[in-house]
């Protein structure tokens, strides 16, 4: 895989006040977002099992769940964050779509199996932590986002929208145009700027505390290895979408789950 991108001033300033925001102030609004979450979520009154019909009776007479709001703000900001990036991207003097992943994988076959493999992977997996967390056994991890698990149909499905936006947006930012910023404006090689990307989306887990930094830097690293491998987006964000959905929605949680993870947004 080789990247060529050629930002220009524009497109070097552009990008640069995007990779200060992300290293800067993006891992400190989602520790503050995501404490303020965990406050609220234990607030609310105990929730009762509701059924599909139920929920879209009371849709329109309640207010929106805490939990609602945040994901509603997340998916926002997701979709605010990648139009930035977009931005850089017009305004840059020459940088190619393949430059930041936007194209098809050098080996579509390879791609397309991992693709298999990985999806199966999320569901066998899913199956398991749900058969754990049924049967009332620790879940690795769980207490470190258990205030992000929903516990209605409607949270399920707002959690869907929220984790594949966070797939999409994500690995686009992080593994297209951050490598791509790395070559083309700090003058790094390919892997140094694949490097640089992946510590810039640790940080990104600091709302989980220090151990969400290291999940998020084993996370990345799989994901950017995808990446540099195939020479698209395509595996990172079909990797990144079917196991944060696998942890969004297909794990139980009782509606009172005590969290006792650190204070933390997706």
Not at 148 to 157: H, K, Q, S, V, Y
């Amino acid at each position: 895989m080789t990247v060529h991108p050629e930002f220009g001033t524009a497109g070097a300033v552009a990008a640069s006040a995007l990779a200060a925001y992300l290293v800067l102030v993006d891992p400190w609004i989602g520790r503050r977002m995501y404490a303020s979450l965990e406050r609220s979520r234990a607030a609310e009154p105990e929730a009762k099992p509701e059924t599909e019909t139920e929920t879209e009776t009371n849709a329109g007479s309640s207010e929106p769940s805490a939990l609602t709001r945040y994901f509603t703000v997340v998916t926002v900001l997701w979709w605010l964050l990648a139009a930035a990036a977009v931005g850089a991207l017009l305004v840059a003097e020459n940088v190619s779509a393949a430059d930041v992943g936007l194209t098809a994988p050098e080996s579509p076959w390879y791609a397309g199996l991992l693709c298999v493999l990985l999806v199966g992977m999320a569901v066998a997996t899913g199956r398991s932590l749900r058969r754990l967390a049924a049967e009332g056994r620790n879940v690795p991890g769980l207490s470190t986002i258990a205030a992000m698990l929903p516990r209605t149909p409607a949270e399920r499905r707002l959690a869907t929208v929220a984790a594949v936006t966070d797939g999409l947006c994500a690995e686009f930012v992080y593994r297209g145009v951050l490598i791509a910023f790395g070559v083309g404006v700090l003058g790094l090689n390919l892997y140094a700027a694949a490097a640089l990307s992946l510590a810039v989306h640790a940080l990104a887990g600091l709302y989980q505390g220090r151990r969400g930094v290291l999940a998020f830097a084993l996370f990345g690293a799989v994901a950017t290895l995808f990446y540099l491998v195939t020479g698209s987006l395509l595996v990172p964000v079909v990797f990144h979408v079917a196991m944060t959905v696998r942890d969004l929605v297909f794990i139980p949680v009782p509606p009172r789950e005590r969290h006792t993870g650190a204070p933390a947004a997706l």
